[in-house]
């Protein structure tokens, strides 16, 4: 008897968090509803037995995704399109299959990945868009870019990034590499980007915090510096709201991309 061949399926995702608990479905009986746990219901249908789905990155409940990655091993004989167009016939609207390949056994989507880009969109005006309200923060006076731009500098490097953590029992270390933090901003929106090789929970969200007290003048780019010294959350900006929080993109050294042709 021919034993079944498994495949290792790489698939690229694009979601609305917005009615989402996270990425990650809980350990135990605990209901809640995730990314994780939907595209393993649709693909368990597919299979006729469990999957597990590994996701790179466990994005937090109401965050969105431009770009996350997973991975899944199948035994199924369906072709890669087929796999594709299953997924998203199957999927909720607000989850999408962009890319589905296979790729070698040893791929794996969290234990790869080498750097994860972030994005937090605000919106500035007068009166809140009503169109964008469930995807940026708003903001009615425009904070000052230059500022915030200087602050951000001081981010660029390995430090300690305690002052940005809300856990204070994280038993893990605060360290990061942080490799790039940007700043843009036009009459309407405001875009932070920040590319480093791992975030937590809420991280995000209190440097976005962090710089916007800065741009409105409630702190000085100097306290930023401070704050990675003395790692003192309760002095670092407020863990502003999720909903303007994307995982862009996630990165992958030479091994990953040869894992992944």
């Known amino acids: 008897m021919q034993q079944e061949r498994t495949r290792n399926i790489k698939l690229t995702l694009e979601y609305d968090g917005s009615r989402y608990a996270g ?10 509803v995730t990314i994780q746990g939907k595209l393993e219901e649709v693909l368990e249908k597919m299979e006729g037995k469990p999957v597990e789905v590994i996701g790179a990155a466990r994005t937090e409940p109401g965050a969105h995704a431009y770009g996350q990655i997973a991975n899944f091993h199948t035994t ?12 998203n016939r199957y999927l909720p609207m607000d989850i999408a299959v962009l890319e589905a390949v296979e790729v070698p056994d040893r791929f794996h989507a969290s234990y790869l990945a080498k750097e994860f880009v972030y994005e937090y969109k605000v919106t500035v005006g ?4 009503v169109f964008e309200r469930k995807y940026n923060y708003y903001c009615f006076k425009r904070p000052d870019i230059g500022k915030m731009k200087k602050a951000a500098a001081y981010l660029i490097g390995g430090h300690d990034f ?15 590499v942080m490799k790039e933090v940007s700043v843009y901003g036009d009459d309407r929106e405001i875009l932070f980007t920040f590319v480093a090789d791992d975030f937590w929970p809420h991280m995000v969200r209190i440097l976005v915090g962090t710089l916007l007290a800065v741009g409105r003048g409630e702190m000085v780019p100097e306290d930023v510096e401070r704050l990675l010294v003395n790692g003192e ?3 670092a900006g407020e863990t502003i709201e999720v909903r303007g929080l994307f995982l862009s993109e996630v990165r992958y050294d030479v091994l990953g991309k040869e894992a992944v042709k």
């Open 23 to 32: 990425w990650q479905k809980p350990a135990g009986k605990e209901r809640m």
């Open 76 to 87: 199924t004989g369906m072709s890669i399109t087929e796999i594709k167009q299953y997924l």
């Open 126 to 129: 007068e009166v809140p868009s």
């Open 162 to 176: 305690k002052a940005f953590s809300d856990n204070r029992k994280m038993k893990k270390s605060t360290v990061r």
């Open 233 to 235: 959350r309760e002095k």
